[in-house]
């Protein structure tokens, strides 16, 4: 069975700061790995994903993740955010050729200040 | 652009009502899934389909039901509402397993208070 752990519920991050969001996943077999962005009071949207190739993903908004597999970890990274990156984001997990029912972690509430 | 909507973003009942959530996709995806969303608690799944009258449970499936009559529309249903089921409740949908860009595609919520 796969899990996902994010490892901050909350994460509070001033403007034009770097920010990374931490993931970790447990998986006996390959995984594709997925983050959505959640902005208050609208569903959910695919921020990026990796499905095989480059460890390091570029999604929207200047977002990134790196895939690293020795450390079962996915941890997404901004360079510099700005206040409208303030949103719940979520990590999810998927293997590779089984169930397509992902499974998500808890979620981590980014907060950015002025 | 995949576009899924959800009939209603809120939605106040009352214990003992029976609740309809529709949901609608554009994309002639197979699979649909509900979940209910609570802080602390991420996204646990409800149910899910992965095609017209079939339906399969989730986590917490406990209290629902749902119902798939068309591939583009998945209804789920609170037979008797009560108030520990008020939540958020997002509805997506996504291709059939095996396609390697299956991401699920979120509906924006529907807000749903019981008293």
């Known amino acids: 069975a796969q899990s996902v752990t994010q490892l901050d519920s909350q994460v509070p991050v001033f403007e034009e700061a770097p920010v990374e969001l931490r993931c970790n996943y447990s998986?006996?077999?390959?995984?594709?790995l997925f983050w959505y962005v959640q902005y208050p009071n609208q569903g959910l949207q695919l921020l990026l994903k990796?499905?095989?190739?480059?460890?390091l993903v570029k999604g929207i908004n200047g977002f990134e993740a790196e895939f690293n597999k020795s450390q079962t970890s996915f941890h997404l990274r901004k360079p510099s955010v700005h206040i409208s990156d303030t949103a719940e984001y979520f990590c999810?997990?998927?293997?590779?050729?089984?169930?397509?029912?992902?499974?998500f972690g808890r979620g981590t509430s980014l907060i950015v200040h002025p | 652009d995949v576009k899924v909507t959800q009939s209603s973003r809120y939605l106040v009942k009352r214990t003992g009502e029976k609740v309809f959530l529709e949901c609608v996709q554009d994309?002639?995806?197979?699979?649909m899934f509900w979940y209910r969303q609570d802080p602390g608690l991420g996204l646990r799944l409800i149910y899910f389909?992965?095609?017209?009258?079939?339906?399969e449970k989730g986590d917490i499936p406990e209290g629902y039901s749902v119902s798939r009559e068309k591939k583009e529309r998945f209804s789920l249903i609170l037979e008797s509402a009560s108030t520990n089921q008020t939540s958020m409740y997002l509805c997506?949908?996504?291709?059939?397993?095996?396609?390697?860009?299956?991401?699920?595609?979120f509906g924006p919520g529907t807000r749903l208070t019981v008293l």
């Open positions: 997506a949908s996504s291709l059939i397993a095996g396609g390697r860009y299956n991401e699920q595609f």
């Open positions: 998986s006996s077999v390959s995984v594709y």
């Open positions: 990796y499905l095989s190739g480059s460890t």
């Open positions: 999810a997990v998927r293997t590779s050729g089984g169930s397509y029912i992902p499974t």
């Open positions: 994309m002639d995806h197979e699979n």
């Open positions: 389909s992965y095609d017209v009258k079939m339906k």
